[in-house]
């Protein structure tokens, strides 16, 4: 049987190398200069647990009888040690250890022997004879005593986590944004639910409207379970002194008041927002001696998969409606398994981003060989993508209540998407690191929603990259498969996002895509089209209108082929009635950007495709045409025009619906 000794620790904690966070940037120093006075209190002042009391009567566990579970070994020395290591991400002005009588001098021993002064170690005065006063009550004093009127951060100093992969100033900067109290969360799998805190929260605001602690089973239906980790405004730290005066006055009351009912009190009094923790928190509450041993036995818990992980995103094509995404519209639109995109990440030591040896060259022929692939090609890989998507995803998941583990990765990408034929290769990119970034992190659909994602991708090209778009390609993307969409100006001003309903992408005809080999630029077809329309123009609003008509028909014959219509005759006229859309797609989107605006070749693909009497429409901003041929039999003759005239044709082959975390 092994045997765990009490080792106060060393004299001095190894201290990570400062300059690793500077990463995070200038907000990461605002965070700290405006928390430059918040004070960290730890509790340790608890009543002897089932964990002391187990310990104390185990033979095997020789040297540890009588010492508090905080300072019982965990993976990185004492328990305690952990809020040592995770302080160092946040600039606490001062740190306070609030206990009891008979441990006292376990955490004056403990101080001292890390190089802290021993008049930070608060006595309560309490015993097992008198009774502990509760931990409301605690904080109470070392409030008043050390004359605290700052900002602070209350912790439990018991619970075991891992200091290397928890950053506190995520909490901080949450408590920062929020501007109010902030309570932390984990997601409850099992266990019971009565001997836990348990909250409810607003998931738009993130704020808790309803605190229970440890509530009878029908009180709530919530897994999401409170720790011992909270962040209390100055403002606040008054209503702790009311709390507790009016627990004297009214009845039921508690005998000693733990947090959590400190906790249901203030909900109701002041705004008190939930923070999610991915990082796994363990011995909580009253565990015993096996709990202790299993977690100790267990290697450490991270959030992240050890095995490099890979996320594979199809391109798009808009079927009907598009541009109208861009403008209040409805589209169709269908993701296809011949072009793809994959981001893949594994765990490392930092965050790093490896550049694709092709899309983001670094080393030329010749300064020609350069000045060749700048113009054919631009400046505009994907490295520049998977950095912008990390930093929304970070500012998404700060601003949502969300605790990230500090943990490193490296991200890497591939592709195989034609550039600037308007299929959605960028958006591509964003998603799969998008996808990567989740898994790796553990956020499922509860923490981002499959209908908030494509707003939080399109944010990565237009708020960080300035690339015009729109949300139909993300939208697909991030479902997959057949999606009808409506953008609506209600929808998007309401709730902030639109419908987007699934279609089985079985019922998709056998469409084909043409491209230009060698394109040019394709974003610029949208530019003046929506200063017209920004401006009321009346040809342009209407445009987006029938634009919109389009792929609401087209949608109504997509959906009845999924429901029944697989004969012979149902397919044929779906394929006549989606081909009629497709046409009057691409008609008026010629007269509404004029054939200047739409170019040579696609003026041309599409005219080949009329002398083989194919719809053909633009499935993105220009560079390609998306076709369907109202004959199957004429597509090897189209397709021989095509390549004879330097284009590149292929049948296009559905994608299939993204499973959801």
Not at 323 to 333: L, Q, R, Y
Not at 561 to 571: L, N, P, Q, T
Request: proline share 5%; hydrophobic share 40%; charged share 20%.
């Amino acid at each position: 049987m092994k045997k765990y000794i009490f080792d106060p620790g060393p004299s001095s904690i190894p201290r990570g190398d400062p300059s690793g966070k500077e990463s995070i940037g200038s907000f990461q120093t605002s965070i700290n200069q405006r928390n430059r006075n918040m004070k960290l209190i730890i509790l340790v002042s608890g009543p002897k647990t089932r964990l002391e009391r187990e310990i104390d009567a185990d033979a095997a566990s020789v040297g540890l009888a009588g010492v508090p579970k905080a300072l019982l070994p965990g993976n990185n020395g004492p328990l305690l040690n952990s809020w040592l290591r995770a302080r160092e991400n946040v600039a606490f002005s001062d740190v306070y250890l609030v206990t009891n009588a008979e441990k006292y001098k376990y955490f004056e021993r403990w101080a001292t022997a890390h190089g802290l002064p021993r008049d930070i170690v608060i006595n309560d005065g309490s015993t097992a004879a008198s009774g502990a006063i509760g931990a409301v009550a605690d904080l109470h004093l070392v409030l008043t005593r050390c004359k605290i009127k700052e900002d602070v951060m209350v912790v439990s100093g018991d619970m075991l986590f891992n200091p290397e992969s928890f950053d506190a100033s995520t909490v901080v900067r949450f408590f920062e944004l929020t501007r109010g109290d902030v309570a932390c969360y984990y997601t409850l799998r099992g266990g019971d639910r009565n001997a836990r805190g348990l909250l409810e929260l607003d998931p738009a605001s993130q704020r808790i409207t309803a605190f229970f602690e440890k509530p009878a089973a029908d009180k709530t239906t919530s897994t999401n379970a409170g720790i011992v980790f909270y962040c209390f405004r100055a403002a606040t730290l008054p209503l702790i002194a009311e709390y507790l005066s009016s627990t004297a006055t009214r009845a039921p009351a508690p005998a000693r008041p733990a947090l959590g009912h400190l906790l249901e009190w203030l909900v109701g009094r002041t705004a008190v927002y939930g923070m999610k923790l991915s990082e796994p928190f363990d011995l909580i509450g009253d565990v015993g001696l096996a709990e202790y041993r299993a977690c100790l036995a267990a290697p450490p818990q991270t959030v992240a998969k050890e095995a490099p992980l890979t996320r594979r995103v199809n391109a798009r094509v808009g079927l009907l409606g598009n541009p109208s995404d861009g403008f209040n519209g409805k589209t169709v639109s269908l993701s296809i398994r011949n072009y793809w995109a994959e981001v893949t990440i594994a765990p490392h030591k930092h965050v790093v981003l490896v550049r694709h040896p092709l899309n983001d060259p670094t080393e030329y022929g010749s300064l020609a060989d350069l000045h060749g692939v700048s113009t054919r090609e631009g400046y505009q890989g994907g490295l520049r993508l998977m950095q912008a998507t990390c930093k929304k995803f970070f500012e998404y998941c700060v601003q949502h209540g969300i605790a990230l583990a500090s943990r490193g990765f490296s991200l890497q990408y591939d592709t195989n998407i034609p550039r600037q034929v308007g299929l959605a290769g960028s958006s591509a990119i964003v998603t799969a690191t998008l996808e990567c970034l989740k898994r790796f992190f553990n956020i499922d659909a509860a923490d981002l929603p499959i209908y908030i994602q494509p707003n939080l991708a399109l944010s990565v090209e237009t708020e960080e990259l300035g690339i015009n778009a729109g949300l139909q390609d993300r939208v697909v993307q991030a479902y997959g498969g057949l999606v009808s969409m409506d953008f609506s100006e209600a929808l998007l001003s309401g709730r902030g996002y639109g419908e987007y309903e699934r279609i089985d992408p079985a019922v998709a005809p056998p469409l084909w895509l043409a491209y230009c080999a060698h394109p040019k630029d394709s974003g610029k077809m949208h530019n003046t089209v929506r200063q017209r329309w920004l401006a009321g123009d009346a040809e342009a609003r209407s445009a987006m209108q029938e634009f919109a008509s389009f792929a609401e028909k087209g949608s109504q014959l997509l959906k009845a082929a999924a429901s029944g219509g697989h004969d012979a005759k149902a397919k044929a006229a779906l394929v006549a009635g989606l081909a009629d859309l497709m046409d009057a797609n691409f008609a008026l989107r010629r007269k509404l950007y004029s054939d200047a605006c739409l170019g040579s070749a696609n003026l041309e693909m599409a005219a080949i495709a009329r002398r083989h009497n194919a719809a053909a429409k633009l499935p993105g901003s220009g560079g390609a045409v998306l076709g369907l041929c109202r004959d199957q039999a004429t597509f090897p003759a189209l397709k021989a025009e095509m390549e004879e005239n330097g284009y590149v044709c292929v049948e296009l082959l559905p994608g299939p619906e993204v499973d959801q975390l």
